[in-house]
């Protein structure tokens, strides 16, 4: 499930993961958006400043009681990243004001990326050769460990956050 792009660089080919987890927090005794605003603005805080990742909130603006929230990490070691998803994902569970909803995480190819392989001109940076090459390498980097991704558990904005919901949500 795991996707890698190989970069040919000045040291030679190295391997880059994307990752990007989405989630919802529930935040049940927001009184107002700005209660609910204080909570994310501390939940976006903590988990840039404790696991250096890029964090926004990106859906449900409006709402009160529902954050739509995502993270983004690039890193080149998957074992670190696969480390720092799963801290991540048992703070949120941990968190006072909200309970974490629906998570879904997704890595990125680099062929899913606009311009990925090409110059600003348009040329392909790498001959046919190379790029067999370094997919081959990419492909040998994600046999050697390959995780199991987590499972996205839906969690409709339409349901109130007061609603009882069973088991633990990831």
């Known amino acids: 499930m795991f996707a890698v792009f190989a970069v040919f660089g000045v040291f030679g080919v ?14 049940r005794g927001a009184g107002s958006l700005k209660d609910k605003r204080r ?15 890029s964090v926004a909130e990106v859906a449900h603006l409006d ?6 929230m995502a993270l983004a990490l690039v890193n080149r ?7 720092v998803l799963d801290a991540i994902v048992g703070k949120l ?13 997704e890595v990125l190819s680099g062929s ?8 600003d001109e348009g040329e392909p940076l790498w001959t046919s050769e190379e790029s067999r090459r370094q997919a081959a390498e990419a492909e040998a ?15 409709p904005a339409s349901q109130p956050p007061h609603a ?7």
């Open 93 to 105: 569970r941990k968190v006072h004001d909200a309970e974490l909803g629906s998570v879904y995480r």
């Open 63 to 68: 709402s009160m009681h529902v954050a739509g």
């Open 141 to 155: 980097i994600l046999n050697e460990a390959s995780p199991a991704p987590l499972e996205a558990h839906p969690c």
């Open 14 to 27: 190295f391997a880059v993961f994307i990752v990007i987890l989405q989630f919802e927090l529930l935040i």
């Open 164 to 170: 009882e919901r069973g088991g633990t949500q990831e």
């Open 39 to 53: 909570v994310v603005r501390s939940v976006k805080d903590h988990l840039h400043r404790e696991h250096l990742v």
């Open 77 to 83: 070691d998957q074992k670190y990243i696969l480390g």
């Open 112 to 119: 899913q990326l606009p311009g990925a392989y090409t110059t």
